[in-house]
């Protein structure tokens, strides 16, 4: 045993039984033996009288009576080694005045004796294992019911995770905003925390005063209890977790970090509704109606290939086996979805691959960007485009039916089951004159596709 590292105050490792704490004393010297070690006198503290156990000895003074054992009182050490070996403990006596003494060791309910019970030890060596035994990052959940609808996926970390290995990296190549983080140690009594950036009630990321710097949270973390964690946004700083360790002893801690980066290329550019890009006509209708017109679209992003564009039913009557429909489009889970600003601009994250870019609007006719090509850091400006209003049936082509369709819903809003704000690109939230205008001035346009170059 090495002198504790805490404190050098003995006593508060050593309690008297009631029956000595006003007639001894103990005090501890240097160990001169071999090792390290701690040496303890006790001596008397008068006046003392005689009692139970201490009585007067002709020739020596007072001593204590250990006839049949007696307790003296309790110590406890803090071990510096993290194997306890009973073999460390002896006592030793210092003359032939010395009583008979020995040692009762408690670990963990198994005793150890040697000779006569005297003074009691108990092991208070405390784990410094701050070590976790398993770290796992996944997404989606188990159905036990049937496994086939499971959407549970683990992640691999680099490197693959040790132990003793305290930082790692994730490479995350989809679109998600949540994940799962199960931390398990390898000492049950150590305890744990995690650190996360910090989010306000809209879910967003909270800086310093700076602007720039992320403010980071602690929140608790159960071992072997999956937490879930928000990702931060594509086009956002790397997502920063730190795992905080404490060993059982309160002192050894290990702090385990883990990023997850997420590659992404941008893709922006602006969608004009050609019908409303006169400055006068906008004023016109802010004279009128009251309303500033929106250029405001959705740009959704499809996985390459997808969709079959080429199969769009056209004004020359080319007929095909199975023709696109916006119906079968929205059966199709996108990527991501955004949506533009007021004005049009848009400018939205992807992460590296090959995509079908659909910017839409209903009572519009849709403009598709195909076979677009996105590498990590890429900025593709696809520029302005202009959207041709009057596709009331959602069919890619502005035809006579589009006409019948908008003339018979004059002056339906909002309150009539019927309407649609497809039959209304004037964005008024009434079908009036212009509408149909429009859907005229039009007829024979068809869905934009453009197959993308760099």
Sequence with gaps: MSTNEITDDELEYFEFESEFQDVLEMFTIPYDGEGDGIRAIFSFNPPVEDSEHIIEKEGIGKVVNTDGGVLLGK???????DVFDVGWFSLEESDDSSPLTGIKINIDGTQYYEEQSTFRFTDKTASKDSSLSNLVLSSGVVDEDDPDKSTYKEYGLTPTFDKDTLNYELELLEYID????TATTTDSKSTMKIKVPKRNDDNELVYDSDGSTIIY????????????????K???????????????????????????KRPYGTIKGKSILADFDDP???ENF???????LSNKTTINVYESDLVEWE????IYGMVYDDPFTYEKLESIENETSEKSDDDGTFEIYVIPGKYDIQVTRLAYLDYIYSDVEVNAGDIIDMGEF???????NRDGVISQEDINQVKKSIDMDGSDPNFSVAYNPSQVGTVIQEDLGYTKLNQDEELKIVYFTK
């Excluded at 110590?75 to 080694?81: E, G, H, K, L, V």
């Excluded at 060993?247 to 997850?260: C, L, M, Q, R």
Aim: hydrophobic share 40%; proline share 4%.
């Design 75 to 81: 110590m406890s050490f803090q071990m510096t080694a």
């Design 178 to 181: 949540k994940m799962n983080i």
């Design 217 to 232: 949270e602690e929140k608790d973390i159960e071992s072997g209890v999956p937490l879930e964690i928000t990702l931060n």
């Design 234 to 260: 594509l086009g956002e700083p790397d997502t920063k977790i730190t795992i905080i360790v404490t060993a059982e002893d309160g002192k050894t801690v290990s702090n385990y970090e883990v990023v997850i």
């Design 280 to 282: 006068d006509v906008v």
């Design 286 to 292: 802010l004279d009128i109606y009251g309303i500033n």
């Design 311 to 314: 199969s769009i039913p056209d």
């Design 386 to 392: 202009r959207m041709a209003a009057g596709d009331a």
